[in-house]
Protein backbone atom coordinates (compact mmCIF):
# COMPACT_ATOMS: atom_id res chain seq x y z
CA UNK A 1 0.00 0.00 0.00
CA UNK A 2 1.50 3.42 -0.88
CA UNK A 3 0.90 6.07 1.51
CA UNK A 4 1.35 9.68 0.32
CA UNK A 5 1.26 13.04 2.60
CA UNK A 6 -0.83 16.08 0.64
CA UNK A 7 0.39 19.53 2.18
CA UNK A 8 -2.17 21.93 0.38
CA UNK A 9 -4.00 24.68 1.91
CA UNK A 10 -6.13 27.44 -0.32
CA UNK A 11 -5.48 24.69 -3.58
CA UNK A 12 -7.09 22.11 -1.63
CA UNK A 13 -10.03 21.76 -4.04
CA UNK A 14 -7.86 22.27 -6.87
CA UNK A 15 -9.16 20.22 -9.82
CA UNK A 16 -5.56 18.90 -10.66
CA UNK A 17 -5.05 18.25 -7.19
CA UNK A 18 -8.23 16.16 -6.96
CA UNK A 19 -7.34 14.41 -10.53
CA UNK A 20 -3.93 13.17 -9.48
CA UNK A 21 -4.67 11.69 -5.54
CA UNK A 22 -8.21 9.97 -7.89
CA UNK A 23 -5.49 9.00 -10.45
CA UNK A 24 -3.10 7.47 -7.63
CA UNK A 25 -5.82 6.03 -5.93
CA UNK A 26 -7.56 4.30 -8.68
CA UNK A 27 -3.76 3.00 -9.56
CA UNK A 28 -2.94 1.18 -6.43
CA UNK A 29 -3.72 0.47 -3.07
CA UNK A 30 -3.15 3.92 -1.72
CA UNK A 31 -3.51 6.14 1.59
CA UNK A 32 -3.80 9.75 1.94
CA UNK A 33 -3.31 11.81 4.60
CA UNK A 34 -3.95 15.44 4.19
CA UNK A 35 -1.52 18.07 6.67
CA UNK A 36 -3.55 22.05 6.01
CA UNK A 37 -1.16 23.90 7.74
CA UNK A 38 -2.95 26.64 9.25
CA UNK A 39 -0.97 29.33 7.38
CA UNK A 40 -2.75 33.04 8.23
CA UNK A 41 -4.78 34.16 4.95
CA UNK A 42 -4.37 37.51 2.87
CA UNK A 43 -7.39 39.65 2.58
CA UNK A 44 -7.08 42.08 -0.06
CA UNK A 45 -8.25 45.42 0.57
CA UNK A 46 -10.10 47.19 -2.17
CA UNK A 47 -7.67 49.33 -3.91
CA UNK A 48 -10.28 52.36 -4.52
CA UNK A 49 -11.04 52.57 -0.78
CA UNK A 50 -6.64 53.67 -0.49
CA UNK A 51 -6.30 55.87 -3.98
CA UNK A 52 -3.24 57.40 -2.02
CA UNK A 53 -1.30 54.32 -1.25
CA UNK A 54 -2.29 52.29 -4.59
CA UNK A 55 -1.45 48.40 -4.56
CA UNK A 56 -3.11 46.03 -2.57
CA UNK A 57 -2.80 46.64 1.02
CA UNK A 58 -2.70 43.26 3.31
CA UNK A 59 -3.95 42.67 6.60
CA UNK A 60 -3.08 39.16 8.20
CA UNK A 61 -5.73 37.23 9.18
CA UNK A 62 -6.20 35.81 12.55
CA UNK A 63 -3.89 32.83 13.68
CA UNK A 64 -8.04 31.75 15.54
CA UNK A 65 -9.61 32.42 11.79
CA UNK A 66 -6.84 30.80 9.98
CA UNK A 67 -6.96 27.57 11.64
CA UNK A 68 -10.94 27.81 10.94
CA UNK A 69 -10.43 28.30 7.68
CA UNK A 70 -8.13 25.40 7.64
CA UNK A 71 -10.55 22.96 8.94
CA UNK A 72 -13.41 24.13 6.53
CA UNK A 73 -11.19 23.47 3.52
CA UNK A 74 -10.19 20.02 5.45
CA UNK A 75 -13.25 18.79 6.03
CA UNK A 76 -13.93 19.84 2.76
CA UNK A 77 -11.44 18.19 1.16
CA UNK A 78 -11.79 14.70 2.72
CA UNK A 79 -15.60 14.50 1.54
CA UNK A 80 -14.39 15.51 -1.89
CA UNK A 81 -12.03 12.47 -2.18
CA UNK A 82 -13.43 9.93 -0.05
CA UNK A 83 -15.64 10.60 -3.11
CA UNK A 84 -13.80 9.28 -5.78
CA UNK A 85 -12.94 6.95 -3.92
CA UNK A 86 -9.76 7.37 -1.97
CA UNK A 87 -9.03 6.61 1.48
CA UNK A 88 -8.21 9.67 2.86
CA UNK A 89 -7.45 11.18 6.45
CA UNK A 90 -6.31 14.45 7.58
CA UNK A 91 -5.50 17.35 10.03
CA UNK A 92 -5.31 20.76 10.72
CA UNK A 93 -1.04 21.61 11.51
CA UNK A 94 1.37 24.25 12.73
CA UNK A 95 1.04 27.41 10.35
CA UNK A 96 4.72 26.74 9.24
CA UNK A 97 4.31 24.50 6.59
CA UNK A 98 7.68 22.79 7.76
CA UNK A 99 6.95 22.51 10.76
CA UNK A 100 3.60 21.04 10.08
CA UNK A 101 5.18 18.33 7.87
CA UNK A 102 8.22 17.56 10.48
CA UNK A 103 5.35 17.04 13.26
CA UNK A 104 3.41 14.63 10.80
CA UNK A 105 6.90 12.60 9.92
CA UNK A 106 7.33 11.97 13.45
CA UNK A 107 3.96 9.91 13.86
CA UNK A 108 3.10 8.44 10.53
CA UNK A 109 5.83 6.74 7.68
CA UNK A 110 4.92 8.20 3.98
CA UNK A 111 6.12 7.22 0.58
CA UNK A 112 5.75 10.52 -0.73
CA UNK A 113 4.79 13.97 -0.17
CA UNK A 114 2.79 15.91 -2.72
CA UNK A 115 2.59 19.57 -2.40
CA UNK A 116 -0.22 21.49 -4.16
CA UNK A 117 0.37 25.44 -4.19
CA UNK A 118 -1.06 28.56 -5.49
CA UNK A 119 0.25 29.51 -8.81
CA UNK A 120 4.15 31.29 -8.60
CA UNK A 121 3.43 34.70 -9.34
CA UNK A 122 1.42 34.86 -5.62
CA UNK A 123 2.74 31.82 -3.59
CA UNK A 124 4.42 32.43 -0.52
CA UNK A 125 5.17 28.50 -0.26
CA UNK A 126 6.77 28.49 -3.58
CA UNK A 127 8.89 31.70 -2.44
CA UNK A 128 10.19 29.85 0.52
CA UNK A 129 10.89 27.14 -2.43
CA UNK A 130 8.85 24.63 0.13
CA UNK A 131 8.64 21.92 -2.20
CA UNK A 132 12.84 21.40 -2.14
CA UNK A 133 12.72 22.21 1.43
CA UNK A 134 10.77 19.24 2.22
CA UNK A 135 12.77 16.87 0.02
CA UNK A 136 15.33 17.70 1.58
CA UNK A 137 14.06 17.52 5.36
CA UNK A 138 12.17 14.01 4.81
CA UNK A 139 13.91 12.26 2.34
CA UNK A 140 10.96 11.51 0.27
CA UNK A 141 9.80 12.31 -3.21
CA UNK A 142 8.37 15.56 -3.32
CA UNK A 143 5.52 16.28 -6.05
CA UNK A 144 4.59 19.27 -6.76
CA UNK A 145 1.17 20.66 -8.02
CA UNK A 146 0.18 24.21 -9.00
CA UNK A 147 -2.61 26.10 -9.05
Known amino acids: MRRYLVVANQTLDDDQ ?4 IERRAKAEPSEFYIMVPATPLIEFVNVAAIPIMG ?10 RARQLAQERLESALTQLR ?8 QVGAPDPVQAVET ?9 IIVSTLPKRVSGWLRQDLPCRLERKSGLPVTHVEK
Open 55 to 64: GFPVVPESAQ
Open 83 to 90: AVGATVDG
Open 17 to 20: LVQL
Open 104 to 112: VLKARQFDE
